[in-house]
Protein backbone atom coordinates (compact mmCIF):
# COMPACT_ATOMS: atom_id res chain seq x y z
CA UNK A 1 0.00 0.00 0.00
CA UNK A 2 1.25 3.20 -1.14
CA UNK A 3 0.51 5.78 2.25
CA UNK A 4 0.89 10.19 1.47
CA UNK A 5 -0.06 12.75 3.54
CA UNK A 6 -3.02 15.08 1.75
CA UNK A 7 -3.15 19.06 1.37
CA UNK A 8 -6.18 18.81 -0.40
CA UNK A 9 -6.72 22.91 -0.94
CA UNK A 10 -9.49 25.34 -0.32
CA UNK A 11 -10.61 24.30 -3.35
CA UNK A 12 -11.14 20.43 -3.09
CA UNK A 13 -14.10 21.55 -1.01
CA UNK A 14 -16.13 24.55 -2.78
CA UNK A 15 -15.80 24.95 -6.37
CA UNK A 16 -13.63 21.01 -7.49
CA UNK A 17 -15.30 19.06 -4.97
CA UNK A 18 -16.12 17.15 -7.93
CA UNK A 19 -12.24 16.42 -7.68
CA UNK A 20 -12.02 15.55 -4.08
CA UNK A 21 -15.07 13.03 -4.65
CA UNK A 22 -13.11 11.60 -7.75
CA UNK A 23 -10.09 10.84 -5.82
CA UNK A 24 -11.72 9.31 -3.29
CA UNK A 25 -13.80 6.75 -5.26
CA UNK A 26 -9.80 5.62 -7.03
CA UNK A 27 -8.04 5.59 -3.78
CA UNK A 28 -9.52 1.49 -3.23
CA UNK A 29 -8.88 0.09 -6.59
CA UNK A 30 -5.35 1.99 -6.52
CA UNK A 31 -4.75 0.62 -2.80
CA UNK A 32 -3.44 4.28 -2.09
CA UNK A 33 -4.11 5.62 1.56
CA UNK A 34 -3.95 9.38 2.12
CA UNK A 35 -3.75 11.05 5.79
CA UNK A 36 -5.17 14.93 5.80
CA UNK A 37 -3.05 17.42 7.06
CA UNK A 38 -4.89 18.03 10.24
CA UNK A 39 -5.48 21.73 10.10
CA UNK A 40 -3.62 22.94 6.91
CA UNK A 41 -4.43 26.34 6.21
CA UNK A 42 -4.67 27.78 2.70
CA UNK A 43 -1.42 28.43 0.53
CA UNK A 44 -2.35 31.86 -0.06
CA UNK A 45 -2.52 30.95 -3.89
CA UNK A 46 -0.78 33.53 -6.01
CA UNK A 47 -2.31 36.44 -3.96
CA UNK A 48 -0.30 36.23 -0.62
CA UNK A 49 3.27 36.36 -2.76
CA UNK A 50 2.09 39.78 -3.75
CA UNK A 51 1.46 41.46 -0.65
CA UNK A 52 3.70 40.61 2.24
CA UNK A 53 6.94 38.15 1.48
CA UNK A 54 7.96 36.64 4.98
CA UNK A 55 4.24 36.22 6.34
CA UNK A 56 3.14 34.64 2.85
CA UNK A 57 5.56 32.26 2.40
CA UNK A 58 4.94 31.70 6.80
CA UNK A 59 1.58 30.99 6.03
CA UNK A 60 2.96 28.31 3.57
CA UNK A 61 5.65 26.74 5.69
CA UNK A 62 2.60 26.43 8.64
CA UNK A 63 1.02 23.50 6.38
CA UNK A 64 4.60 21.82 5.48
CA UNK A 65 5.41 22.18 9.58
CA UNK A 66 1.88 20.47 10.20
CA UNK A 67 2.81 17.71 8.13
CA UNK A 68 6.69 16.80 9.04
CA UNK A 69 4.66 16.84 12.67
CA UNK A 70 2.41 14.23 11.60
CA UNK A 71 3.53 10.69 11.52
CA UNK A 72 2.03 8.62 9.51
CA UNK A 73 5.18 6.82 8.24
CA UNK A 74 5.80 8.98 4.55
CA UNK A 75 7.50 12.07 3.96
CA UNK A 76 5.43 12.80 0.67
CA UNK A 77 2.88 15.38 0.89
CA UNK A 78 0.29 15.18 -2.21
CA UNK A 79 -1.45 17.90 -3.40
CA UNK A 80 -3.97 17.83 -5.82
CA UNK A 81 -4.11 21.47 -6.91
CA UNK A 82 -1.83 22.72 -9.07
CA UNK A 83 -1.10 26.20 -7.19
CA UNK A 84 -0.89 24.50 -3.56
CA UNK A 85 1.06 22.08 -5.06
CA UNK A 86 3.66 25.14 -6.69
CA UNK A 87 3.27 27.20 -3.79
CA UNK A 88 4.63 24.16 -1.12
CA UNK A 89 7.27 23.11 -3.45
CA UNK A 90 8.46 26.30 -3.59
CA UNK A 91 8.35 27.38 0.13
CA UNK A 92 10.33 24.50 0.09
CA UNK A 93 12.90 25.30 -2.41
CA UNK A 94 13.81 28.58 -1.08
CA UNK A 95 14.07 27.99 2.16
CA UNK A 96 16.54 25.92 1.31
CA UNK A 97 17.77 28.17 -1.80
CA UNK A 98 18.29 31.22 0.74
CA UNK A 99 18.91 30.22 3.97
CA UNK A 100 17.84 33.15 5.85
CA UNK A 101 14.15 33.51 4.53
CA UNK A 102 14.27 29.81 6.03
CA UNK A 103 15.70 31.17 9.45
CA UNK A 104 13.05 34.19 8.83
CA UNK A 105 9.94 31.58 8.45
CA UNK A 106 11.02 29.20 11.33
CA UNK A 107 10.97 32.34 13.58
CA UNK A 108 7.50 32.94 12.96
CA UNK A 109 6.92 29.61 12.84
CA UNK A 110 8.01 29.27 16.41
CA UNK A 111 4.99 32.00 17.46
CA UNK A 112 3.00 29.32 17.13
CA UNK A 113 5.09 26.65 18.53
CA UNK A 114 5.80 24.69 14.73
CA UNK A 115 9.01 24.71 12.81
CA UNK A 116 10.10 23.26 9.83
CA UNK A 117 13.44 21.83 8.11
CA UNK A 118 13.13 22.76 4.54
CA UNK A 119 13.82 19.37 2.54
CA UNK A 120 12.30 17.09 4.66
CA UNK A 121 8.95 16.91 2.74
CA UNK A 122 8.77 15.42 -0.49
CA UNK A 123 6.10 17.75 -2.53
CA UNK A 124 4.50 15.85 -5.21
CA UNK A 125 1.35 16.61 -7.22
CA UNK A 126 -1.64 14.06 -7.24
CA UNK A 127 -0.68 12.62 -11.03
CA UNK A 128 2.87 12.45 -10.34
CA UNK A 129 2.20 9.82 -7.74
CA UNK A 130 -0.27 7.82 -10.33
CA UNK A 131 1.41 8.24 -12.85
CA UNK A 132 5.49 7.49 -11.27
CA UNK A 133 4.51 5.68 -7.89
CA UNK A 134 1.28 3.59 -8.85
CA UNK A 135 2.12 3.15 -12.50
CA UNK A 136 0.37 3.14 -15.87
CA UNK A 137 0.37 -0.75 -15.67
CA UNK A 138 -1.80 -1.21 -11.86
CA UNK A 139 -3.91 1.81 -14.11
CA UNK A 140 -4.74 -0.18 -17.06
CA UNK A 141 -5.12 -3.28 -14.93
CA UNK A 142 -8.12 -1.33 -12.86
CA UNK A 143 -9.98 -0.32 -16.12
CA UNK A 144 -12.73 -2.62 -16.17
CA UNK A 145 -14.78 0.05 -18.74
CA UNK A 146 -12.38 1.51 -21.33
CA UNK A 147 -13.30 5.19 -22.49
CA UNK A 148 -12.72 4.02 -25.77
CA UNK A 149 -14.08 6.54 -28.20
CA UNK A 150 -14.01 9.28 -25.97
CA UNK A 151 -11.49 12.16 -27.51
CA UNK A 152 -10.70 14.10 -25.35
CA UNK A 153 -7.52 16.90 -25.24
CA UNK A 154 -4.77 16.48 -22.04
CA UNK A 155 -4.57 19.93 -20.37
CA UNK A 156 -2.22 19.71 -17.74
CA UNK A 157 -1.85 23.79 -17.00
CA UNK A 158 1.08 25.96 -16.25
CA UNK A 159 1.57 25.76 -12.82
CA UNK A 160 2.36 22.55 -12.53
CA UNK A 161 5.08 21.37 -15.02
CA UNK A 162 6.85 24.60 -14.43
CA UNK A 163 8.79 26.00 -12.75
CA UNK A 164 9.57 22.19 -11.67
CA UNK A 165 12.01 23.03 -8.84
CA UNK A 166 12.77 19.34 -8.48
CA UNK A 167 12.81 17.83 -12.11
CA UNK A 168 9.64 15.60 -11.68
CA UNK A 169 7.92 16.17 -14.95
CA UNK A 170 9.04 14.65 -18.59
CA UNK A 171 9.20 18.12 -20.13
CA UNK A 172 8.45 22.02 -19.63
CA UNK A 173 5.90 22.85 -21.58
CA UNK A 174 5.01 19.49 -23.82
CA UNK A 175 4.98 17.35 -20.55
CA UNK A 176 3.44 13.71 -21.34
CA UNK A 177 2.27 11.88 -18.03
CA UNK A 178 -1.59 13.34 -18.52
CA UNK A 179 -1.48 11.96 -22.25
CA UNK A 180 -0.02 8.71 -21.15
CA UNK A 181 -2.52 8.69 -18.22
CA UNK A 182 -5.38 8.87 -20.53
CA UNK A 183 -4.54 6.34 -23.26
CA UNK A 184 -4.44 4.08 -20.27
CA UNK A 185 -7.93 3.92 -19.40
CA UNK A 186 -8.63 3.86 -23.25
CA UNK A 187 -9.17 7.09 -24.12
CA UNK A 188 -8.86 8.80 -27.74
CA UNK A 189 -5.76 11.36 -26.54
CA UNK A 190 -5.52 14.07 -29.58
CA UNK A 191 -2.46 16.05 -29.73
CA UNK A 192 -3.41 19.52 -27.36
CA UNK A 193 -0.02 21.92 -28.10
CA UNK A 194 -1.59 24.33 -25.64
CA UNK A 195 -1.49 21.78 -22.65
CA UNK A 196 0.52 23.84 -20.49
CA UNK A 197 -0.55 27.75 -21.75
CA UNK A 198 -2.12 29.20 -19.18
CA UNK A 199 -6.22 29.42 -18.46
CA UNK A 200 -6.02 32.58 -16.97
CA UNK A 201 -5.40 32.53 -13.06
CA UNK A 202 -7.00 34.84 -11.10
CA UNK A 203 -7.28 37.08 -14.42
CA UNK A 204 -10.54 36.18 -14.32
CA UNK A 205 -11.62 38.33 -11.71
CA UNK A 206 -8.78 41.32 -12.14
CA UNK A 207 -8.51 41.47 -16.00
CA UNK A 208 -11.48 39.56 -17.71
CA UNK A 209 -11.00 40.66 -21.36
CA UNK A 210 -7.32 39.18 -20.63
CA UNK A 211 -8.49 36.11 -18.98
CA UNK A 212 -11.32 35.96 -21.66
CA UNK A 213 -8.80 35.33 -24.48
CA UNK A 214 -7.33 33.30 -23.16
CA UNK A 215 -9.57 30.66 -22.33
CA UNK A 216 -10.90 31.33 -25.98
CA UNK A 217 -7.44 30.20 -27.51
CA UNK A 218 -7.43 27.48 -25.13
CA UNK A 219 -11.33 25.87 -25.92
CA UNK A 220 -11.12 26.90 -29.98
CA UNK A 221 -8.01 24.98 -30.17
CA UNK A 222 -9.92 21.67 -28.80
CA UNK A 223 -13.05 22.17 -30.44
CA UNK A 224 -10.95 22.80 -33.63
CA UNK A 225 -8.96 19.72 -33.32
CA UNK A 226 -12.32 17.99 -32.55
CA UNK A 227 -11.94 17.27 -29.04
CA UNK A 228 -15.25 16.41 -27.07
CA UNK A 229 -13.99 17.69 -24.01
CA UNK A 230 -11.03 18.74 -22.08
CA UNK A 231 -9.63 16.97 -18.86
CA UNK A 232 -7.18 18.54 -16.21
CA UNK A 233 -5.61 18.20 -13.26
CA UNK A 234 -6.05 21.23 -11.69
CA UNK A 235 -8.93 23.54 -10.10
CA UNK A 236 -8.12 26.96 -10.76
CA UNK A 237 -8.08 25.29 -14.56
CA UNK A 238 -11.35 23.68 -14.47
CA UNK A 239 -12.86 26.60 -12.76
CA UNK A 240 -11.74 29.17 -15.59
CA UNK A 241 -12.97 27.08 -18.51
CA UNK A 242 -15.97 25.52 -16.78
CA UNK A 243 -17.36 28.55 -15.23
CA UNK A 244 -16.24 31.35 -17.42
CA UNK A 245 -17.04 29.42 -20.86
CA UNK A 246 -20.59 31.32 -20.72
CA UNK A 247 -19.00 34.67 -20.15
CA UNK A 248 -16.34 34.13 -22.73
CA UNK A 249 -18.71 33.26 -25.42
CA UNK A 250 -20.69 36.41 -25.04
CA UNK A 251 -17.77 38.18 -24.89
CA UNK A 252 -16.44 37.04 -28.12
CA UNK A 253 -19.90 36.36 -29.75
CA UNK A 254 -18.48 32.31 -30.13
CA UNK A 255 -20.76 29.36 -28.88
CA UNK A 256 -18.49 26.97 -28.10
CA UNK A 257 -19.15 24.06 -25.91
CA UNK A 258 -16.71 22.29 -24.28
CA UNK A 259 -16.82 20.84 -21.17
CA UNK A 260 -14.16 20.11 -18.84
CA UNK A 261 -13.30 17.21 -15.89
CA UNK A 262 -10.78 16.24 -13.80
CA UNK A 263 -8.74 13.20 -14.89
CA UNK A 264 -9.65 11.41 -11.40
CA UNK A 265 -13.23 11.47 -12.83
CA UNK A 266 -12.56 10.13 -15.90
CA UNK A 267 -10.15 7.16 -13.82
CA UNK A 268 -13.80 7.10 -11.99
CA UNK A 269 -15.66 5.71 -15.18
CA UNK A 270 -12.89 3.86 -16.61
CA UNK A 271 -12.51 1.94 -13.24
CA UNK A 272 -16.46 1.08 -13.14
CA UNK A 273 -17.73 3.70 -10.63
CA UNK A 274 -21.26 5.43 -10.80
CA UNK A 275 -20.93 8.59 -12.07
CA UNK A 276 -22.86 10.05 -9.51
CA UNK A 277 -20.00 9.41 -7.25
CA UNK A 278 -17.51 10.69 -9.06
CA UNK A 279 -19.28 14.45 -8.84
CA UNK A 280 -20.24 14.37 -12.66
CA UNK A 281 -22.72 16.74 -13.43
CA UNK A 282 -21.51 19.41 -11.29
CA UNK A 283 -19.65 21.07 -14.19
CA UNK A 284 -21.41 23.89 -15.55
CA UNK A 285 -20.77 22.96 -19.50
CA UNK A 286 -22.45 20.19 -19.38
CA UNK A 287 -20.13 16.49 -20.16
CA UNK A 288 -23.86 14.71 -21.20
CA UNK A 289 -23.22 14.47 -24.93
CA UNK A 290 -19.56 14.14 -24.33
CA UNK A 291 -20.31 11.26 -22.31
CA UNK A 292 -23.44 9.45 -24.25
CA UNK A 293 -20.36 8.76 -26.77
CA UNK A 294 -19.00 6.15 -24.51
CA UNK A 295 -22.28 5.18 -23.35
CA UNK A 296 -22.59 6.72 -19.54
CA UNK A 297 -25.39 8.56 -18.60
CA UNK A 298 -24.78 12.01 -16.74
CA UNK A 299 -27.17 12.35 -13.35
CA UNK A 300 -29.45 15.26 -14.04
CA UNK A 301 -28.89 17.89 -11.39
CA UNK A 302 -30.78 21.17 -11.42
CA UNK A 303 -30.34 23.58 -14.10
CA UNK A 304 -30.43 27.49 -12.79
CA UNK A 305 -32.87 28.93 -15.06
CA UNK A 306 -32.51 30.96 -17.80
CA UNK A 307 -32.14 34.73 -17.37
CA UNK A 308 -35.01 36.27 -19.04
CA UNK A 309 -34.61 38.03 -22.29
CA UNK A 310 -36.64 40.96 -23.08
CA UNK A 311 -35.17 44.43 -25.36
CA UNK A 312 -38.02 46.13 -24.52
CA UNK A 313 -39.18 47.57 -20.36
CA UNK A 314 -37.15 49.23 -17.74
CA UNK A 315 -33.38 49.73 -18.73
CA UNK A 316 -31.52 47.14 -16.81
CA UNK A 317 -27.79 46.62 -17.01
CA UNK A 318 -26.53 44.91 -19.47
CA UNK A 319 -23.65 42.05 -20.07
CA UNK A 320 -20.41 42.40 -19.83
CA UNK A 321 -19.47 42.14 -23.71
CA UNK A 322 -16.50 43.31 -26.28
CA UNK A 323 -19.00 46.72 -27.23
CA UNK A 324 -19.71 47.13 -23.74
CA UNK A 325 -15.88 46.65 -22.34
CA UNK A 326 -14.75 49.05 -25.23
CA UNK A 327 -17.06 52.04 -24.25
CA UNK A 328 -15.72 51.19 -20.52
CA UNK A 329 -12.42 52.04 -22.31
CA UNK A 330 -13.57 55.54 -24.39
CA UNK A 331 -14.71 56.61 -20.81
CA UNK B 1 28.67 57.05 -6.02
CA UNK B 2 29.14 53.56 -6.04
CA UNK B 3 32.35 52.38 -6.48
CA UNK B 4 34.20 51.18 -9.54
CA UNK B 5 34.91 47.78 -8.16
CA UNK B 6 36.57 44.72 -10.12
CA UNK B 7 32.77 42.86 -9.60
CA UNK B 8 31.53 45.85 -11.32
CA UNK B 9 33.94 45.96 -14.02
CA UNK B 10 33.49 42.09 -15.03
CA UNK B 11 29.67 42.90 -15.29
CA UNK B 12 30.66 45.20 -18.39
CA UNK B 13 29.81 48.26 -16.32
CA UNK B 14 31.75 50.58 -17.90
CA UNK B 15 30.76 54.17 -16.13
CA UNK B 16 29.32 54.27 -12.63
CA UNK B 17 25.48 53.51 -12.28
CA UNK B 18 23.52 53.16 -9.51
CA UNK B 19 22.14 50.38 -9.09
CA UNK B 20 20.29 50.33 -5.88
CA UNK B 21 16.78 50.02 -7.22
CA UNK B 22 18.15 46.65 -9.09
CA UNK B 23 19.73 45.55 -5.95
CA UNK B 24 16.46 46.46 -3.92
CA UNK B 25 14.18 44.24 -5.67
CA UNK B 26 16.32 41.49 -6.09
CA UNK B 27 17.28 41.31 -2.21
CA UNK B 28 13.48 41.52 -1.90
CA UNK B 29 12.83 38.41 -3.94
CA UNK B 30 12.80 34.52 -2.72
CA UNK B 31 15.10 32.66 -3.24
CA UNK B 32 18.32 33.98 -5.49
CA UNK B 33 16.59 36.30 -8.69
CA UNK B 34 19.44 36.05 -10.88
CA UNK B 35 17.88 39.37 -11.65
CA UNK B 36 21.35 41.17 -12.22
CA UNK B 37 22.17 38.49 -14.77
CA UNK B 38 19.25 39.69 -17.20
CA UNK B 39 21.05 39.99 -20.54
CA UNK B 40 18.13 41.68 -22.34
CA UNK B 41 17.29 39.13 -24.99
CA UNK B 42 13.75 39.34 -24.23
CA UNK B 43 12.45 35.94 -24.30
CA UNK B 44 10.22 36.69 -21.84
CA UNK B 45 8.46 39.59 -23.42
CA UNK B 46 8.05 37.12 -26.69
CA UNK B 47 7.38 33.82 -24.37
CA UNK B 48 4.21 35.95 -22.32
CA UNK B 49 0.71 35.35 -23.15
CA UNK B 50 -0.43 38.23 -21.93
CA UNK B 51 2.61 40.36 -22.78
CA UNK B 52 -0.03 42.41 -25.52
CA UNK B 53 -1.85 44.04 -22.43
CA UNK B 54 0.85 44.47 -20.70
CA UNK B 55 2.38 48.23 -20.18
CA UNK B 56 5.72 47.08 -20.75
CA UNK B 57 7.06 43.55 -21.47
CA UNK B 58 9.10 41.70 -18.32
CA UNK B 59 12.59 42.64 -20.61
CA UNK B 60 11.44 46.35 -20.44
CA UNK B 61 11.11 46.77 -16.86
CA UNK B 62 14.13 44.71 -15.73
CA UNK B 63 15.96 47.09 -17.58
CA UNK B 64 14.03 50.40 -15.89
CA UNK B 65 14.62 48.71 -13.14
CA UNK B 66 18.38 49.18 -13.84
CA UNK B 67 17.99 52.60 -15.40
CA UNK B 68 16.18 53.29 -11.33
CA UNK B 69 12.83 54.17 -13.04
CA UNK B 70 11.22 53.16 -9.49
CA UNK B 71 8.45 55.66 -9.91
CA UNK B 72 7.87 54.32 -13.78
CA UNK B 73 8.26 50.46 -13.12
CA UNK B 74 6.14 50.52 -9.66
CA UNK B 75 2.93 52.48 -11.61
CA UNK B 76 3.67 49.60 -14.70
CA UNK B 77 0.34 47.12 -14.70
CA UNK B 78 2.95 44.12 -15.86
CA UNK B 79 3.47 42.92 -12.70
CA UNK B 80 -0.15 42.71 -12.31
CA UNK B 81 -1.09 41.14 -15.53
CA UNK B 82 1.23 38.13 -14.65
CA UNK B 83 -0.65 35.17 -14.82
CA UNK B 84 2.15 33.49 -13.31
CA UNK B 85 2.55 31.16 -16.03
CA UNK B 86 6.05 30.39 -15.37
CA UNK B 87 6.56 30.19 -19.51
CA UNK B 88 9.08 33.09 -19.36
CA UNK B 89 11.11 31.34 -16.04
CA UNK B 90 11.88 28.23 -17.89
CA UNK B 91 12.57 29.89 -21.11
CA UNK B 92 14.80 32.51 -19.57
CA UNK B 93 18.16 31.83 -20.68
CA UNK B 94 19.85 33.42 -17.34
CA UNK B 95 17.29 31.50 -14.91
CA UNK B 96 16.15 35.04 -13.98
CA UNK B 97 13.33 34.19 -11.32
CA UNK B 98 10.90 36.35 -13.80
CA UNK B 99 7.42 35.93 -11.78
CA UNK B 100 9.33 36.02 -8.35
CA UNK B 101 10.28 39.18 -9.30
CA UNK B 102 6.95 40.08 -10.33
CA UNK B 103 5.90 39.22 -6.63
CA UNK B 104 7.75 41.25 -5.07
CA UNK B 105 7.14 44.58 -7.64
CA UNK B 106 3.34 43.84 -6.75
CA UNK B 107 4.54 44.15 -2.58
CA UNK B 108 7.04 47.16 -3.43
CA UNK B 109 3.71 49.18 -5.76
CA UNK B 110 1.54 48.31 -2.55
CA UNK B 111 3.72 50.06 0.19
CA UNK B 112 4.79 52.37 -2.02
CA UNK B 113 0.83 53.28 -3.13
CA UNK B 114 1.67 52.93 -6.74
CA UNK B 115 -0.11 51.55 -9.21
CA UNK B 116 -2.33 52.35 -11.85
CA UNK B 117 -5.63 50.37 -11.33
CA UNK B 118 -6.43 49.07 -8.00
CA UNK B 119 -8.59 45.71 -9.21
CA UNK B 120 -6.20 43.72 -8.81
CA UNK B 121 -4.15 45.04 -5.47
CA UNK B 122 -7.81 44.90 -3.91
CA UNK B 123 -8.26 41.40 -4.86
CA UNK B 124 -5.12 40.30 -3.64
CA UNK B 125 -5.74 42.25 -0.53
CA UNK B 126 -9.38 40.98 0.00
CA UNK B 127 -8.04 37.11 -0.43
CA UNK B 128 -5.47 37.89 2.52
CA UNK B 129 -8.09 39.59 4.57
CA UNK B 130 -10.15 36.04 3.89
CA UNK B 131 -7.72 34.11 4.70
CA UNK B 132 -6.16 35.66 7.48
CA UNK B 133 -9.64 35.76 9.25
CA UNK B 134 -10.61 32.00 8.84
CA UNK B 135 -7.40 29.99 7.38
CA UNK B 136 -8.93 29.46 4.35
CA UNK B 137 -10.15 31.17 1.32
CA UNK B 138 -13.74 32.14 0.92
CA UNK B 139 -15.05 32.38 -2.80
CA UNK B 140 -18.38 33.30 -2.02
CA UNK B 141 -17.48 36.54 0.11
CA UNK B 142 -14.23 37.21 -1.84
CA UNK B 143 -16.39 37.46 -5.12
CA UNK B 144 -19.00 39.12 -3.85
CA UNK B 145 -16.79 41.60 -2.55
CA UNK B 146 -15.05 42.24 -5.58
CA UNK B 147 -17.65 42.24 -8.18
CA UNK B 148 -19.36 44.62 -5.98
CA UNK B 149 -16.36 46.76 -6.14
CA UNK B 150 -14.75 46.81 -9.15
CA UNK B 151 -17.20 45.04 -11.85
CA UNK B 152 -20.77 45.70 -11.24
CA UNK B 153 -21.62 45.71 -14.55
CA UNK B 154 -20.08 42.05 -15.00
CA UNK B 155 -22.92 41.14 -12.41
CA UNK B 156 -25.95 40.69 -14.68
CA UNK B 157 -24.58 38.11 -16.91
CA UNK B 158 -22.76 36.13 -13.80
CA UNK B 159 -25.94 35.53 -12.02
CA UNK B 160 -26.38 32.47 -13.70
CA UNK B 161 -22.89 31.06 -13.41
CA UNK B 162 -23.35 32.18 -9.67
CA UNK B 163 -26.31 30.46 -9.52
CA UNK B 164 -24.90 27.32 -10.97
CA UNK B 165 -22.30 27.25 -8.38
CA UNK B 166 -24.08 27.44 -5.66
CA UNK B 167 -27.08 24.96 -6.56
CA UNK B 168 -24.64 22.62 -7.76
CA UNK B 169 -22.83 22.97 -4.42
CA UNK B 170 -19.56 24.20 -5.49
CA UNK B 171 -19.69 27.67 -3.86
CA UNK B 172 -20.35 27.61 -0.05
CA UNK B 173 -22.60 30.37 1.54
CA UNK B 174 -20.49 30.59 4.59
CA UNK B 175 -16.82 30.11 5.11
CA UNK B 176 -14.81 27.39 6.78
CA UNK B 177 -12.75 28.41 9.60
CA UNK B 178 -9.73 25.98 10.75
CA UNK B 179 -9.45 24.69 14.37
CA UNK B 180 -6.18 26.69 15.36
CA UNK B 181 -7.09 30.27 14.14
CA UNK B 182 -4.99 31.39 16.78
CA UNK B 183 -1.92 29.26 15.97
CA UNK B 184 -1.80 30.96 12.48
CA UNK B 185 -2.83 34.35 13.35
CA UNK B 186 0.62 34.61 16.18
CA UNK B 187 2.72 33.44 13.24
CA UNK B 188 1.28 35.98 11.02
CA UNK B 189 1.94 38.70 13.41
CA UNK B 190 5.20 37.87 13.97
CA UNK B 191 6.10 37.16 10.07
CA UNK B 192 4.61 40.42 9.81
CA UNK B 193 7.28 42.16 12.30
CA UNK B 194 10.06 40.10 10.53
CA UNK B 195 9.23 42.22 7.43
CA UNK B 196 9.55 45.03 8.58
CA UNK B 197 12.52 44.81 10.48
CA UNK B 198 13.96 43.25 7.00
Known amino acids: MNKYLLYPGCSMESSAKAYMESLNAIVEPLDLHFDEIEDWNCCGATEYLGINLIPAYSLIARNLALASKQKNGTRTVVAPCSACYLNLAKADHYMQERPSLGVKVNEALAAGDLQYKAGTLDVRHLIDILVYDVGLEKIRDAVVRPLTGLKVVPYMGCMLPRPDYQHRWSDHEHPTELDDLLRALGADVIDYPLTTSCCGGHMTQIGPETAFELIRRLVSDADGRGAQMMVTVCPMCQMNIDAYQNETNHFFGTEYHMPILFFTQLMGLAFGRDPKELGIGVELVSSRNALANIGVEVPVTQEPAAPRKKDEGLPMPRRWNKREAQKEAVK | ?198
Not at chain 2, 99 to 111: E, Q, S
Request: include cysteine; charged fraction near 20%.
Open chain 2, 1 to 198: MPQMTDERVRAGLTHEEDLSLLHEVSMKTAGVSRLEMCIQCGTCGGSCPVAKDMDHTPRMLFAMLRAGMREEVLRSNTQWLCVSCYHCVVRCPQEVHIADVMYTLKGMAIKAKLYANSTAPDFSQTFVDMVESYGRSFEMGLASRHYLKHFPLRLPGMMPMGLGMITKGRMALTPKRIKHMDQLTKILNRAKQLEMTS
